[in-house]
C-alpha cells in the first residue's frame, strides 16, 4: 500500500560518515547536545542534505465520533467532538494558539464526526466524512474493512497535498470524544496486554469508570479475537475514523521523506498501527512528548520511542506536536549555523 525506504538504504557510507563528522566536530564534546543531536542526523538523513530546514510545517487534527461514548466510557457527552470541532475553526482551542505562536499551518479534518458541517467553508478546513461515528465495538465492528482502507486513503491524499504546497515536516493531532478507549483497546489487540494495563483517565475519568473501560476493552478483544491480528483488522474493529486517517497520513508521510511529527496516547495508538503495517516507518517519525495518560509511557517502551518533553500534558489536538516543534529547529540550526572546531580556531580533545 505505501513504498517506504529505510532512510539509511537512500545515503552512501561517504554521506553518512560526513554527517556524523559534521555534528561531532561542532565546538562542543562530543553528545552534549543529546537528543538534539539525535534529531539532526535523523532529517538530514530524511532530507539526504548536510544543510537541512524545514519548509511550510504542518498540523492536521482529524476529527471524529465513536459509537463505543454510548458505553459510558467518557466524561464528556458525544456533542463536545463537533463543539470542539467548532472552536478550532474560531480559534479558539489550545492548538490553534500553539500552531499560530510557532507559524505552523493548522487544518482540521472531519473524519467522521456526529454532526453537518456541509455549510462550512474555510481553506483550514476539510469536510471529508466516513460515516456520522463509528459503531459501537462492543456490540459490532467500528467501521468496514472498506470504510477503515477509505479512511487510510483520505488521509494519505490530505499528505500528499501538503507536501505538493512545499510541506516536509508535519504532525497530527486528533479530537473524539471516547477516542482513547479506541486506543487503548488497538494498543491491548497489538501488545497483548490487557485492558487495565492500557485504559486510562482520558477526559478524567475516575477508577470505577476506568474499570468499565479495561472491561469493554477486553470484551472487543476477545469478541474480534484480535490477539495476534493483523493491524487492518485491529484498526477495522476497534479503531476510529480519525485514527484510521491518521494512520494514512503518517504512512504518506514516510513514504514522501517527510519527518512525522507524534503528538500523545491517541496519535501514538496511530503509529504503532502503521509501524505494524511498514517495518520501516517509525524511522520517520520524532515522538513529541510523552503524556499523562498511564499506558503511554509503556506503549513509547514497546515501540523504542524517546519523547523530547514530558510536561504532564494529555490535552491531544496534537499540542504536544506545536510545543516541541521550536526544539526540532534548535536541532537544525546548531547543524547549520554553529561553528566547527576548524571554523572557531578551537582546540579539539586530543
Known amino acids: 500500500m505505501f513504498n517506504i525506504i529505510a532512510p539509511l538504504d537512500k545515503v552512501t ?54 459509537g463505543i461514548a454510548d458505553q459510558g ?27 499560530a505562536q510557532h507559524d505552523i499551518e493548522l487544518k482540521i479534518v472531519n473524519a467522521g464526526v456526529k454532526a453537518d458541517f456541509s455549510h462550512i467553508t474555510s ?19 467500528a467501521m468496514t474493512k472498506e470504510q477503515c482502507l477509505q479512511a487510510i486513503n483520505q488521509g494519505a491524499e490530505l499528505v500528499k497535498l501538503q507536501h505538493q504546497q512545499g510541506c516536509n515536516v508535519i504532525g497530527f493531532g486528533e479530537m473524539g470524544i471516547a477516542n482513547t478507549t479506541s486506543a487503548a483497546a ?64 503518517m504512512l504518506k508521510a514516510a513514504e514522501l521523506s517527510m519527518l512525522v511529527l507524534v503528538d500523545g496516547f491517541i496519535a501514538s495508538s496511530a503509529a504503532l498501527v502503521a509501524s505494524e503495517m511498514h517495518d520501516d516507518f517509525l524511522q520517520y517519525t520524532q515522538f513529541c512528548h510523552q503524556s499523562e ?4 509511557q509503556l506503549l513509547l517502551t514497546e515501540m523504542g520511542a524517546t519523547p523530547l518533553l514530558h510536561l504532564g500534558m494529555r490535552l491531544g489536538e496534537g499540542s504536544g506536536v506545536a510545543v516541541a516543534y521550536p526544539l526540532l529547529v534548535s536541532a537544525l540550526t546548531f547543524l547549520n549555523e554553529m561553528a566547527s572546531f576548524t571554523d572557531a580556531g578551537v582546540s579539539d580533545s586530543e
Do not use: W
Not at 467518557?74 to 463536545?80: A, T
Not at 486510562?200 to 470505577?208: A, H, N, P, V
Open 123 to 141: 481553506p483550514h478546513f476539510v469536510n471529508a466524512p466516513i460515516a456520522l461515528g463509528t459503531k459501537d465495538f462492543s456490540q459490532q465492528a
Open 73 to 99: 466510557v467518557s466524561l464528556f457527552p458525544q456533542v463536545v467532538t463537533e463543539q470542539m470541532v467548532l472552536n478550532f475553526l474560531q480559534g479558539g482551542a489550545a492548538i490553534n494558539c500553539f500552531s
Open 293 to 296: 495518560e498511564q499506558a503511554h
Open 186 to 249: 488497538i494498543m491491548a489487540a497489538i501488545l497483548n496486554l490487557t485492558g487495565l494495563q492500557c485504559a486510562g483517565r482520558g477526559t478524567g475519568i475516575d477508577q470505577e469508570t476506568i474499570a468499565i473501560k479495561a472491561k469493554v476493552i477486553d470484551h472487543a478483544v476477545a469478541k474480534y479475537q484480535l490477539s495476534g491480528a493483523d493491524p487492518l483488522t485491529v484498526l477495522q474493529s476497534v479503531g476510529g475514523f480519525e485514527i484510521a486517517m491518521m494512520v494514512g497520513a
Open 13 to 66: 557510507p561517504e554521506f553518512f560518515n560526513t554527517l556524523q563528522e559534521k555534528i561531532d566536530f561542532k565546538t562542543k564534546p562530543q553528545g552534549s547536545l543529546g537528543l538534539l543531536e539525535s534529531i539532526a542526523f535523523k532529517v538530514a538523513l530524511l532530507q539526504q542534505s548536510l544543510t537541512p530546514v524545514f519548509t511550510k510545517p504542518s498540523i492536521i487534527v482529524f476529527a471524529a465520533d465513536h
